[in-house]
């Protein structure tokens, strides 16, 4: 992928323009760090980037931004420019093209992220962006004031930076965060939950609990984050009791719904157990992890158990039915519960002699 984008570089300059990769790559490379993808600056135009990659799609143009599909990689490519105006502390709604990649690199977020790379592979750094890695401080380029008002994301975006990387928030911008940190109001619950879910899923993410806590923000972000227990981020969210407020899907519903459904159950018990196999393992782990239970002896417990759902009963209704005699009705399932808690419960051997034995004993 770097050597792909490094060819891109090379057309772009080749063609009167300078490129160059941004952002988060040269900060990992820099680091040692994997990095999945990677952003392209220059001075050329949406429209000349188009003359020169004819397949770029200009569906971003607005702001400034093609995208480029080399190889099947995706690159976004964005052209140096200064972000005049925004509406509600998130969104640029007038930009302008200029000539110039430092004047570009100051509408940037954190000095970390503006370290770039040159089509010869050179790391061009303008604004002390290696110093603060060095020195582990996630600092804001220009006036934090300014920049939080502009974009109130960067108020989470500096949380998940100092999580990522285990990196300090510099002072000054910690107390911008502190006075300013109300307008996370003004944010869309789903770029608020797209940020958290980052957080959430870190390894280090009890660092960004401190953080939150730290920074007075879990009122605006509507959080009791006090005795959360780390698990990944789903099951976080499961114990925030957010569900009405932030946007979840479907599926993210149902897990949260089950987790809360099973969570103040005895999972010593086989009967709790049995209920977990039929919503699935995975659910087991996030619950354990939330009530701090020894997994691999629950674990054990569960894989120890005879039958995981009535389909592994070794009797079918129908046999059933034909071995009473009867026509297959509603009274199936009665039997069925009983043989299942005969079954879980060890006074019963899960095999067809034996369960037809009690079915005939018992219900003839």
Known sequence: MYNMALELLKEIDSSGFTSYIVGGYPRDLYLNRASKDIDICTNATPKDLKDIFGDAMLSKVNYGSVTVIKDKIRFEITTFRK???YINNRKPIEIEYINDLEEDLKRRDFTINTLCIDSKGNIIDLLDGKKDIDNKIIKMVGNPKVKLMEDALRILRAIRFAVEL??????????TIKEYGYLLKNLS????KEELNKIFNNKNVRYGFDLIK????DKPLELNIENIVP???????????????????????NYINVIN??????????DTLYMCAKYG????????TIKGLDFKEIEKQYLNLPIKSSN??????IEIANLLGRKPDAYLKDIVKDIEYQILHNKLNNNTKEISEYILNTYK
């Open 83 to 85: 972000e005049i105006k």
């Open 261 to 270: 459904e099973l969570k103040d159950m005895d999972f010593y018990d086989v």
């Open 231 to 253: 698990t990944e981020a789903i099951g976080i969210w499961a114990q925030l009791d957010v569900i009405d407020k932030y946007p979840f899907t479907k599926e993210e519903k």
């Open 281 to 288: 393992f995975g659910y087991l782990y996030t619950i354990c």
């Open 189 to 192: 619950y789903d770029r608020k």
């Open 166 to 175: 285990d990196f300090k928030i510099d002072d000054e911008l910690k107390d």
């Open 312 to 317: 592994d009963i070794d009797i079918k209704q």
């Open 214 to 217: 730290d920074l007075n923000l």
